[in-house]
């Protein structure tokens, strides 16, 4: 079974800085895929960035960026120019392949999480 | 339409109670799946439905029973919960077979008493 450890329970930052969260997993598996979800006070789970485990680039989505050490099982996740809006809670997960009948159909596997503060 | 639509967004009952929480998407999503997330604790699977047939039941309790009638709409039935099962309860999609990530709605706060 995989698992996810998100190592920071509480991160904080000031406004404009940049922050890093830090994710790791353990797999046996040599293709999946990860993900950085943010939910703030809303509640709604939101997909930030998506990494496919057989691609070396590092995915990048506007001030969100992640680095992918395939080999340390590593999937960081940076944020830059944070602004109040990102304050939030942030989950790093993990997801097989697509096995359709089989027990890693569809499910996310989810780290712990870690709550970030923006400081103003 | 881009949006998981859950309802109600907060629902207290009593533990003899009957109630049902509703789930809905026009994405064309043939993947629909139940969550339940305790405060500051990552959401925790408890159904899969691919092409509307249950894919997983990750050993939940009968009190909660899932449905779901079409490929648009899922259904989570509650009957004689217990305080214990206040949570949030969160409905995702996706396209079944290709991994793009979920589409979550905003939940449903359950409070039993």
Known sequence: ?120 | DTEVTQTPKHLVMGMTNKKSLKCEQHMGHRAMYWYKQKAKKPPELMFVYSYEKLSINESVPSRFSPECPNSSLLNLHLHALQPEDSALYLCASSPAGVVIGYTFGSGTRLTVV
């Open chain 1, 1 to 120: 079974a995989q698992t996810v450890t998100q190592s920071q329970p509480e991160m904080s930052v000031q406004e404009a800085e940049t922050v890093t969260l830090s994710c790791t997993y353990d797999t046996s598996e040599s293709d999946y895929y990860l993900f950085w979800y943010k939910q703030p006070p809303s509640r709604q789970m939101i997909l930030v960035i998506r990494q496919e485990a057989y691609k070396q680039q590092n995915a990048t989505e506007n001030r969100f960026s992640v680095n992918f050490q395939k080999a340390a099982k590593s999937f960081s996740l940076k944020i830059s120019d944070s602004q109040l809006g990102d304050a939030a809670m942030y989950f790093c997960a993990y997801r097989s392949l697509p096995n359709a009948g089989g027990t890693s159909y569809g499910k996310l596997t989810f780290g712990q999480g870690t709550i970030l503060t923006v400081h103003p």
